[in-house]
């Protein structure tokens, strides 16, 4: 038996090597397509404009020394070995760390927060929530972050700047670096006619790259991987061949001492070439922000054994045939395909064109991914969201995103036309996403991790430092392209900042005029209210009260539906919730009114169901609810300000599997049925003049149910036949009187725009038309 236990360990773990080594070489295709073409542009930006050739090695080799020494320190030690650690129950990225913070110290943005939230599995997995730092300066900064607002708002447009910043890049490295491969073009022609190639071919290929995308990438994603692992297989022989042939000393390049002599002799050249070697580290924040779809080993097993090598020798191989080719008939050609064999150019090129697509369908993707998780989050207008692929985890397409994307890329482009303006840009929008990483990863090591005050000063002091001097080095370059991730990024701020206030305001409006459960009852003799057969959901963002939507509705229509749900569908600062976890329910007043409330949570990277499967889940989590709350007393004056601590985790149908099972067909047949010797009891409606569908609640025997409870699920019964209307309302927002002329240009103006020209908040929901009550109402904020 020890034996057989021992092998059945053994195979375990064989089976789970397997699984890691396959996991790193299938992130090649994904998180490692942007970094692996750095090398296309990286000499060349550094050489073109801001260095002269001398006779001596001393400027190459001392690029040379920097390109190895920032490939070492940021994406090796900072990212491989510390950030991938900072990981958000799996997920990455910049919202990954702001999520941990909201978690850690309770800085939440969003407003809908329940305590019931930190109940969640996915919350806790971390460690415990709201756990006092063990450091005295941990608890403080704690302290303070909960208690000053503008410290909270301060932290959240840092992750918005970050993000930003990676929609820049979105924009920016699809265009350099498709445009860098097709550079190879020009060893093949004169520079008279290979300007009027490069820009057509590279818009062509863009063109087709954006408008692929609604495929998705999962009929081609099996082809990205060996895209990658041959294009570093190659740039890394072609290396090794030039140190071989051309300069078997170059590694003495590697030491320290050679950025010093760089830099004393450069001076401020030198410097400002620091915006060109930038470039060499472009795509490592992939590492931390694809991580959902991988492990930390595999992406750590895939960059320390086979990426960071083959980088390594791709550009040693470069200096090295540069260290003797000093005179080079023009300056366009000190770039890549220059230090390749002639014979092999054009496969090269070939591969390279391949692999600088891959790489932009991975940064396009991981755009996408990150527009969702802003918008989850409340963040950035509503937005299409299709799922491309039922098989694979966040393979998602946003029409709206893609074209904007496509149409600045191509802007992009046509302006630019040279890779050293690209280069700038996309080095600042690089290297101020790392900056804003380093500053959340400081808070995360004090509050998250635990750690000692002078670790994360540490940490702030010696990457903070290096990346602070690529980025004046950047920056110093404004008016040579680095002015567009900042225009860029600044637009896109203002979207976002304008729609979170404006998401914000509306809120708390609703939150200042919610009615109560005792005003509607009171009203009701009044008014003459009428029930009406089937099930009403009132589409809401309050977690508790009666939101004045339905109030205006009741007030001048005097009817709702026999059984009523108010439906609140909301985002938590995590990245799953678990189905067993999704539904908060419980009663609105007395048992017998039957009123509802459901709050359905999501975390920002779940996938939303459609209607059918919606409405089953929550119709029979509504029934579970029911049957687990059978025998409790009846409250008559129950507070709804309060009724969010009365309510009930209930998961979905498929997590039920000892609760109750609900079956809908079209049978006509008799519905009255006995129970038999089975375990289970069948609740059927009774019979109904041609029902359109016939639906069963399958009911366990034990623990057995009191006649209320069952009459209630008989009644909630009869209502789904019936079917389901939402009431939805449609919100107008202005400026109330008397606010400061910035607040009406923003809300009445700004964020009205906005709502108009994004998806209803409904849109999650795929809402059918004719089931739909839309119920107007003008804010006042």
């Not at 397509?33 to 404009?49: A, I, Q, R």
Request: with cysteine; proline share 4%; aromatic share 10%.
């Amino acid at each position: 038996m020890d034996l057989e236990a021992g092998f059945h360990q053994n195979h375990v773990k064989k089976e789970s090597w397997k699984t890691v080594l396959v996991l790193a070489c299938q992130s090649l295709g994904v998180v490692y397509g942007d970094l692996s073409t750095s090398p296309l542009y990286v000499y060349k930006n550094t050489f073109e404009e801001d260095i002269q050739h001398s006779e001596t090695n001393e400027e190459i080799y001392g690029v040379l020394s920097f390109v190895f020494w920032t490939l070492t320190l940021v994406p090796l030690l900072k990212y491989v070995f510390i950030v991938l650690r900072a990981d958000d129950n799996g997920e990455g990225g910049t919202f990954a760390l702001y999520s941990l913070l909201c978690r850690h110290a309770r800085v939440n943005s969003l407003p809908s927060c329940q305590l019931a939230d930190e109940e969640l599995i996915e919350y806790k997995k971390d460690g415990i929530v709201g756990l006092a730092p063990k450091s005295n300066f941990g608890s403080r900064l704690k302290s303070t972050l909960e208690k000053h607002r503008v410290l909270q708002r301060f932290l959240l447009v840092l992750a918005l700047i970050g993000t930003c910043m990676v929609i820049g890049d979105g924009i920016l490295t699809p265009a350099i670096s498709v445009f860098s491969a097709v550079s190879g073009l020009e060893l093949s022609m004169s520079k008279e006619h290979h300007k009027y190639v490069e820009v057509p071919v590279a818009c062509i290929i863009l063109i087709c790259l954006f408008a692929l995308q609604h495929y998705g990438t999962h009929r081609v994603g099996f082809l990205f991987a060996p895209v990658i692992l041959i294009w570093l297989l190659c740039i890394s022989a072609i290396g090794l061949y030039n140190i071989i042939h051309w300069d078997p000393h170059v590694y003495r390049a590697l030491s320290p001492y050679y950025m010093y002599k760089f830099l004393r002799k450069t001076q401020r050249g030198g410097w400002m070439s620091l915006g060109g070697i930038l470039l060499c580290i472009t795509g490592s924040e992939a590492m931390f922000a694809d991580l959902g779809h991988f492990s930390q080993l595999s992406i750590k097993i895939a960059f320390t054994s086979f990426v960071y090598p083959s980088l390594v020798l791709a550009y040693m191989g470069q200096a090295a045939y540069l260290s003797r080719h000093h005179i080079i008939e023009s300056d366009y050609r000190i770039g890549f395909y220059v230090s390749v064999p002639e014979k092999l150019r054009w496969p090269v090129l070939v591969i390279a064109i391949l692999a600088a697509v891959v790489g932009s369908q991975a940064i396009i993707t991981g755009t996408f991914s990150i527009v969702k998780q802003c918008s989850s989050l409340g963040c950035f207008p509503r937005v299409k969201i299709v799922h491309t692929s039922s098989k694979i985890h966040g393979q998602i397409y946003i029409p709206e995103i893609n074209w904007l994307l496509m149409v600045l890329c191509l802007a992009v482009t046509l302006g630019f036309r040279d890779t050293r303006r690209m280069g700038n840009a996309s080095g600042l929008a690089v290297i101020t996403v790392m900056l804003v990483t380093t500053c959340l990863m400081s808070l995360v090591i004090v509050l998250c991790w635990q750690k000692s005050v002078f670790l994360a000063v540490g940490f702030v002091l010696f990457f903070g430092t290096i990346e602070a001097l690529y980025f004046t080095a950047s920056l110093i370059k404004f008016l040579e392209g680095a002015w567009v991730p900042i225009a860029l990024s600044f637009i896109f701020l203002i979207v976002m900042c304008i729609w979170h206030y404006g998401t914000l305001k509306k809120y708390e409006f609703d939150v200042q005029n919610k009615v109560s459960i005792n005003w509607l009852l009171t009203l009701g003799p009044s008014l003459g209210i009428v029930r009406v057969r089937g099930i009403g959901l009132v589409q809401t963002e309050l977690v508790s009260g009666i939101p004045a939507i339905f109030s205006h509705f009741v007030t001048n229509l005097p009817a709702f539906h026999q059984v009523l749900v108010f439906l609140c569908i909301k985002s938590v600062p995590v990245p799953h919730v678990r189905p067993e976890e999704r539904f908060l329910v419980g009663h609105i007043g007395p048992r017998e009114f039957r009123l509802y409330r459901c709050i359905v949570r999501y975390g920002y990277r779940d996938v939303h169901k459609d209607d059918t499967e919606f409405e089953k889940d929550l119709v029979c989590s509504i029934a579970e609810f029911i049957r687990s709350t059978t025998g409790s007393p009846t409250k008559a004056n129950e507070d709804p300000e309060n009724d969010s601590d009365k309510m009930t985790v209930v998961g979905t149908c498929s997590t039920h599997s000892d609760g109750i099972r609900m079956s809908e067909d079209n049978d006509d047949a008799d519905n009255i049925e006995a129970a038999g010797p089975s375990e289970l009891k069948e609740i059927r409606s009774p019979p109904a003049i041609k029902p359109r569908k016939r639906v069963r609640f399958i009911v366990p025997e034990t623990p057995e149910i009191d006649s209320g409870a069952r009459e209630e699920l008989q009644e909630l019964m009869e209502a789904r036949e019936s079917g389901v209307a939402y009431i939805l309302g449609h919100s107008y927002v202005k400026a109330k009187q008397g606010s400061s002329l910035i607040r009406k240009l923003v809300i009445n103006y700004g964020y009205e725009f906005l709502r108009r020209n994004s998806r209803p908040s409904t849109y999650a929901l795929t809402v059918p038309h004719a089931s739909t009550l839309e119920v107007g109402m003008i804010y006042h904020v």
